[in-house]
């Protein structure tokens, strides 16, 4: 049985990676529908559902590096030391999202995009906010940039494995019911330059994840100070796709332009 399951790490990355996530779901859904059955808050539900299936996730890489792989801690392959530096470059990357947010939006303000409005219960909001970010920015790095990231390299060049995760990142991210696809496709671009550059912050960092989770989580956690304490007011002076249809900087002419020149300079190093 075990020189059977040994096997699978033989097979090509589609077929390896269909068993992994048939084995999630199939672990995971049972709990779901008694989740949404017995918790009365969708919101509530779905924190306890996506919380479950990250914690499924982590236990079940741990097997799978022990059984299909034969290694005792496939997390250090993902990028997942545990050192002050990954450390001290998750708080880089922290930093850099967070200011790269504000700066877009003060810049918006400059030119009259948006007005700036005081909030109520600011500090709680920051201090949900960078929970939620971090462990946004952790759970989709470990997946995005760790997990799917290692299982292309098993069978593909550096190249070709970077081009598919920032595929796949992008496409998982965007696809949603047509009607909404065809109103937000301005976001798939930005999609595509965000998941190069957490490629690129995790190649310059020698495979070390930190400055990936951290700059994922920044990006979130100025955006949801942002959103969620409606700090700005949009104008309606410029068209959607300059500032970012629904409100989604990625959606929008500046967003790219912030993502480029961050782009730029992660490429550079």
């Known amino acids: 049985m075990t020189d059977r399951i040994h096997k699978i790490a033989s097979y090509p990355f589609p077929l390896r990676v269909a068993i992994f996530l048939l084995i999630l779901l199939a672990v995971w859904l049972p ?4 989740i949404y059955l017995l918790v009365k808050d969708s919101n509530l539900a779905t924190i306890l559902t996506m919380g479950l299936l990250f914690v499924e996730f982590v236990i079940l890489v741990l097997q799978w590096g022990k059984r299909v792989y034969r290694q005792t801690n496939l997390f250090a392959s993902y ?7 990954n450390g001290f470059e998750l708080s880089i990357g922290l930093a850099i999202g967070t200011l790269l ?7 918006q303000g400059l030119f009259g995009f948006v007005s700036w409005q005081n909030s109520d219960n600011l500090p709680k909001i920051i201090a949900e906010g960078l929970l939620s970010a971090l462990g946004v920015g952790f759970a989709e790095e470990l997946v995005f940039r760790g997990w799917l990231l290692d299982e292309l390299r098993r069978d593909y060049n550096d190249r070709i494995s970077a081009r598919s995760n920032v595929l796949i990142f992008a496409l998982s991210h965007f696809i949603k019911p047509v009607e909404v696809m065809l109103l937000t496709w301005p976001q798939f671009p930005g999609l595509l330059l965000l998941g190069s550059i957490l490629i690129w912050g995790k190649r310059i960092c020698q495979n070390r994840l930190g400055l990936s989770v951290g700059l994922h989580a920044g990006l979130v956690w100025g ?9 700005v007011r949009y104008s309606g002076s410029v ?31």
Do not use: C, E, H
């Open 223 to 231: 955006y949801y100070i942002i959103n969620i304490g409606q700090l």
């Open 101 to 107: 947010v504000f700066s877009l939006f003060a810049v």
């Open 31 to 34: 709990f779901v529908v008694p």
């Open 79 to 85: 990028g997942l030391f545990n050192t002050k530096q």
């Open 239 to 269: 068209p959607d796709w300059v500032t970012g249809v629904n409100g989604n900087p990625l959606a929008g002419a500046i967003g790219l332009l912030f993502l480029s020149v961050l782009a730029a300079g992660m490429r550079k190093d």
